[in-house]
């Protein structure tokens, strides 16, 4: 009686086995996204107890949405550099499944024995939207120099350069680097001999003219309340900004840097019409404005040093090194808030030197008896 009464469990047991195996194999499931379908049965669907199951749920879930996904695209600041205008393009969001829907919607079409599911999607927001780019529209600061007299070959390397930092697009925090900018001064990079300090006194070089840029930058930033991080002074004072407003630039060694200090996008535009460097500063709107205040604390007079030469008719003389006075300065930056002038600071002190004048003159011949 035992065997037999065991014999009929193993049947039974055989029997609801081979049932919900049956069932399983029956039932198939669809799920339907925008970018294709999942279709599942036995025997990713398996049934126990009259109930389905879709075996490693979670991870099907997670590969249907990761396959959904469509990424969202920023929105960016668009600089025209011809007409110097910058504007925004507007941000796009992207989608994928949502996970969780889709758990719900897959464990009732299982209870319910519902065969196709439409996977709902949900959106992914962009980081960077077009309202958080216009906040970076304001222009903090400005500042030109003539270079209207220069010759065709300065002329050409302030363009040149120009055209080069036009159109920067700066990170909050990220740091500007003129030479990296502009790059080496070389023929190859299709810079021309032109004027340039070297040695403290003035000599044709690769790429005069660039300090001139560098120059205009620097000041742009000042009244702009960016910080710069580095500059330097020239050995001899320049006639197209203020003394302690220059900023000498020389690849390798000398540069101009400074840092997006705000909490937004900066960008700068510039432009050179064979007159003048025009540099705007554009970023978040700043509470402060700036003016400069050169002062010069002393000034060093040039030295003469006169040559006899036999090239010279005697009684006459030529100058043959034009002299310059040296100075002494300070540059101050005065902060205003409100129209209201709320500090005055010393920025830095410089010292130009001098060129010594060299005078030839006329020396009678030696005779020789």
């Known amino acids: 009686m035992k065997k037999y009464f065991a014999l009929l469990i193993v049947l039974l047991l055989f029997f609801t086995l081979t049932t919900q195996k049956v069932y ?10 925008e970018n294709g379908e999942y279709v599942f049965t036995y025997p990713d669907i398996d049934c126990k107890n009259g109930e389905y199951k879709l075996k490693d749920e979670q991870n099907k879930i997670e590969r249907i949405v990761a396959n959904s996904y469509v990424a969202p695209k920023d929105a960016k600041l668009k600089v025209d550099k011809t007409c110097g205008k910058i504007s925004v393009i507007v941000e796009k969001n992207g ?22 599911i439409i996977a709902i999607y949900e959106d992914v927001y962009a980081d960077i939207s077009k309202s958080y780019l216009d906040r970076c ?25 120009v055209s080069k930092i036009n159109g920067i697009i700066l990170k909050s925090g990220e740091v500007f680097s003129f030479n990296k900018t502009v790059g080496q001064r070389t023929e190859e990079n299709g810079f021309k001999n032109a004027k340039i300090i070297e040695n403290g006194v003035f000599a044709k070089g690769l790429g005069g003219g660039v300090c001139q840029v560098s120059s205009t930058v620097y000041n742009a930033l000042l009244l702009s309340g960016m910080g710069v991080k580095e500059y330097h002074p020239h050995s001899l004072s320049v006639s197209y ?12 060694w000398a540069d101009l840097k400074f840092v997006n200090s705000t909490n937004g996008y900066s960008v700068i535009l510039a432009k050179a019409d064979g007159k003048k460097i025009d540099v705007e500063i554009y970023g978040v709107k ?31 003389s030529y100058v043959k090194v034009k002299g310059k006075n040296g100075y002494k ?20 002190k410089d010292k130009y030197n001098s060129v010594e004048e060299v005078t030839l003159q006329g020396k009678t011949a030696d005779v020789t008896s």
């Not at 007299?149 to 300065?154: H, I, K």
């Open 241 to 252: 900004v203020e003394k302690s407003f220059d900023a000498m630039v020389s690849y390798g």
């Open 95 to 116: 989608k994928r499944v949502n996970g969780v829907e889709l758990k719900k919607s897959i464990d009732y079409a299982l209870k319910n024995k519902k065969e196709k």
């Open 24 to 33: 399983a194999q029956e039932y198939t499931l669809t799920v339907k996204t």
């Open 329 to 348: 300065s300070e540059g101050y930056l005065k902060v205003y808030k409100n129209g209201k002038l709320i500090e005055k600071k010393l920025i830095r």
């Open 137 to 161: 529209l304001n222009l903090r600061g400005k500042f030109s120099t003539d270079y209207s007299c220069s010759l065709d070959e300065r002329k050409h390397n302030i363009e040149l350069a």
């Open 286 to 316: 700043n509470e402060y404005s700036y003016e400069r205040e050169s002062v010069t604390t002393e000034e060093i007079p040039f030295t003469t040093k006169l040559i006899d030469s036999e090239e010279v008719e005697v009684g006459t």
